[in-house]
């Protein structure tokens, strides 16, 4: 034979040798290899190629080690969630990423002349729970006070569900707080999450905590505590002036003028020289007259501040 790229094909040696032969399997180009993403994410796992001779296939497979060799077919016509992986659109887009996505990826890409790997793709898909930021955790109203809890939420999907608890001080464990019917609770929702409870009591005082859910779980606030308050903490000489009011039903019962009126009403009754016992047993007495029974639990805390204004 005169081609040089050809030996034998003769009666001395009758096989035939091709030299040189010239095989282009397909040349890929690929883009980011590491893919870090949230749940429900979109991404895309990029591949472009060039070929001379005709293209044949492109197939993508998974695997669960980087190392080793444990790659199996990605049938992507069966996931509603994976598209591409074709001739025309060789890149592997992945919508609504879910925890069992991470792993690690290949393509091959094969023309007549042979096939062509690309390096790995690594995916890893982290769940994405909701986050609780609150402003305080400890609070200690006064008895009859109205307190919110303040929290804001982010990261959360629309059918989340967000849920309040509650351990009083001698409970052994939390119990759900039903914000949607107990007129004793406001707020507690998505749209408004901060908890808001009504006229503070003894009842009220333990921990409370915050829970909101997605699709990939559960986050738990820090434990909040509410305590009262102690009327017994006021300064018996200096009161700061009577209070401006005592809640009575989540409603002012007693304001500052209803205080005034009440012990010239005493001062009437016991004199202007009144002993302080006196004083307190007939501000005690006009207090169940008019039906102010709350003003009874502030009367020592506030008997000096009650006798000054008996004089005349």
């Given at each position: 034979?005169?081609?040089?790229?050809?030996?034998?094909?003769?009666?001395?040696?009758?096989?035939?040798?091709?030299?040189?032969?010239?095989?282009?399997?397909?040349?890929?180009?690929?883009?980011?290899?590491?893919?870090?993403?949230?749940?429900?994410?979109?991404?895309?796992?990029?591949?472009?190629?060039?070929?001379?001779?005709?293209?044949?296939?492109?197939?993508?497979?998974?695997?669960?080690?980087?190392?080793?060799?444990?790659?199996?077919?990605?049938?992507?016509?069966?996931?509603s969630r994976f598209t591409g992986g074709t001739l025309d659109s060789p890149s592997l887009?992945?919508?609504?990423?879910?925890?069992?996505?991470?792993?690690?990826?290949?393509?091959?890409?094969?023309?007549?002349?042979?096939?062509?790997?690309?390096?790995?793709?690594?995916?890893?898909?982290?769940?994405?729970?909701?986050?609780?930021?609150?402003?305080?955790?400890?609070?200690?109203?006064?008895?009859?006070?109205?307190?919110?809890?303040?929290?804001?939420?982010?990261?959360?999907?629309?059918?989340?569900?967000?849920?309040?608890?509650?351990?009083?001080?001698?409970?052994?464990?939390?119990?759900?707080?039903?914000?949607?019917?107990?007129?004793?609770?406001?707020?507690?929702?998505?749209?408004?999450?901060?908890?808001?409870?009504?006229?503070?009591?003894?009842?009220?005082?333990?921990?409370?905590?915050?829970?909101?859910?997605?699709?990939?779980?559960?986050?738990?606030?820090?434990?909040?505590?509410?305590?009262?308050?102690?009327?017994?903490?006021?300064?018996?000489?200096?009161?700061?002036?009577?209070?401006?009011?005592?809640?009575?039903?989540?409603?002012?019962?007693?304001?500052?003028?209803?205080?005034?009126?009440?012990?010239?009403?005493?001062?009437?009754?016991?004199?202007?020289?009144?002993?302080?016992?006196?004083?307190?047993?007939?501000?005690?007495?006009?207090?169940?007259?008019?039906?102010?029974?709350?003003?009874?639990?502030?009367?020592?805390?506030?008997?000096?501040?009650?006798?000054?204004?008996?004089?005349?």
């Amino acid at each position: 034979m005169s081609d040089n790229r050809f030996q034998g094909g003769n009666v001395s040696f009758p096989s035939l040798t091709i030299l040189d032969v010239n095989v282009r399997p397909p040349v890929v180009s690929v883009g980011m290899a590491l893919h870090t993403v949230a749940t429900r994410a979109s991404f895309s796992l990029q591949v472009n190629y060039t070929s001379g001779p005709e293209m044949k296939s492109i197939s993508w497979e998974k695997g669960t080690s980087y190392y080793f060799h444990l790659y199996v077919s990605v049938n992507i016509t069966a996931h509603s969630r994976f598209t591409g992986g074709t001739l025309d659109s060789p890149s592997l887009e992945i919508n609504d990423a879910k925890p069992e996505d991470s792993g690690y990826y290949r393509c091959r890409v094969t023309n007549n002349d042979g096939t062509t790997t690309t390096p790995v793709f690594t995916v890893l898909v982290q769940k994405q729970l909701a986050n609780i930021n609150m402003v305080d955790t400890t609070y200690s109203p006064l008895s009859g006070d109205n307190v919110t809890i303040y929290v804001t939420i982010t990261d959360s999907e629309s059918n989340s569900t967000i849920t309040w608890e509650r351990q009083g001080e001698n409970e052994a464990s939390f119990n759900v707080i039903n914000t949607q019917t107990n007129v004793k609770y406001g707020g507690g929702t998505l749209l408004s999450p901060s908890l808001t409870i009504y006229n503070i009591t003894g009842t009220d005082v333990g921990y409370y905590r915050c829970k909101v859910t997605n699709i990939d779980g559960t986050t738990t606030s820090s434990l909040i505590y509410i305590g009262l308050k102690s009327d017994s903490s006021c300064d018996k000489l200096s009161c700061g002036g009577l209070r401006e009011c005592v809640l009575m039903n989540n409603k002012p019962t007693c304001s500052l003028s209803t205080w005034k009126a009440a012990a010239v009403v005493v001062a009437g009754t016991v004199g202007a020289a009144a002993s302080v016992a006196a004083g307190v047993a007939a501000f005690k007495l006009l207090s169940n007259k008019v039906g102010h029974n709350d003003l009874l639990a502030l009367i020592d805390c506030y008997k000096i501040r009650v006798i000054k204004l008996l004089d005349p």
